[in-house]
């Protein structure tokens, strides 16, 4: 700690006096002991001079014309920048008032008159002391808190850069997940535009039965994977043109079973819940469902929500084995289902949603139609 105490620094003594001689007696006995002294010829020239070279101890007379000793000391105290310089009052001796004053005032030590050579050193030398350990603490802690803020800015940087990349990431994992699924789509289903509103829909209903904002999204996002598994499905059966008979129907069924073990086993949440959704989308709430009959509650209740929106967007879809339906007959679908194919609250959410699911759905078709455009453009 010493050691940044510079011992090169030269202390400044500042004498106030308005009397000649008195300024050139104390400067006299300092000036040997290697100090700088200057000279102030009253209290403004001090408040003056102090600006401009600030001493490191004031020597200050208290009977002086126009601004008094114990005013010089009030406003110096009142000023942070030189509030820590210790000021020795010299007073005439024996005068008790004085004393008591500029202690009040915020003096740090006394001299009498006249001065003592032997005191007024021993004075200084120590009160110089004290300022230099003031000194120092006040850098070091300045220091401190510099290099505190640096390392705050740093930290705050980093969290930055760190915070993009794993938005960047993230981003670059859903598109992924969004390509892929789209790739089991279109060997199915000639549009990408099913697993857009599916997953739209699905995440909306998510939200009507109040879940959690982190559990709606990653419905959005785990939802697109729903049929993944029917990559593994071979294409007479996945392209049949006509209904499937009693030998494909299991194989075609499959498609859960194997978008599950596709997902299976991963750490990340959204794929866990993709996981679960594959495996469950095509239960039904009677029991009658497959792969494995679950009734009721035993579905998980992604699987239960997005069984409705899958099958709700097939309905409104044109497919190569059927036409389109109707808004009616599809919602006619979806309501007689109601506590046979699909969990009753979540088609009472879909009901008192109708409004709002059709924006969604009609925007994501014509998403996706843009976007085939843009394709077929670039084929020509
Ligand atoms: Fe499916
Ligand atoms: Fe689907």
Known sequence: MTSDMNPDKIPIVMVVDDEALNRKLITAMLTPQGYQVIQAVDGRDCLRKIQENPPDLILLDIMMPEVNGFEVVKSLKAEE???????????????????????????????????????????????????????????????????????????????????????????ASLETIFRLSRAAEFKDEDTGAHIISMSRISARLAERLKLSPATVESILYASPMHDIGKIGIPDRILLKNGPLNEEEWPIMRLHTVYGGKILENSDIGFLRLGEVIARTHHEKFDGSGYPNGLKGQEIPLAGRIVSVADVFDALMSRRPYKRAFTLEQAVTIIEEGRGRHFDPQVVDAFMADLDEIMRIWNSSQAEHSSELRETLEGRT
Do not use: C, W
């Open 81 to 171: 920048k030189f509030s820590l310089i210790p000021i020795v009052m010299v007073t005439a001796l024996g005068d008790v008032n004085d004393r008591v004053q500029a202690l009040e005032v915020g003096a740090d030590d006394f001299l009498t008159k006249p001065v003592d050579r032997m005191e007024l050193r021993a004075r200084v030398r120590s009160l110089l002391k004290v300022k230099a350990y003031n000194d120092h603490m006040v850098n070091y802690r300045q220091e401190l808190e510099f290099e505190v803020r640096r390392r705050t800015e740093e930290i705050q940087e980093t969290n930055k850069k760190l915070a993009k990349a794993h938005e960047k990431l993230r981003g």
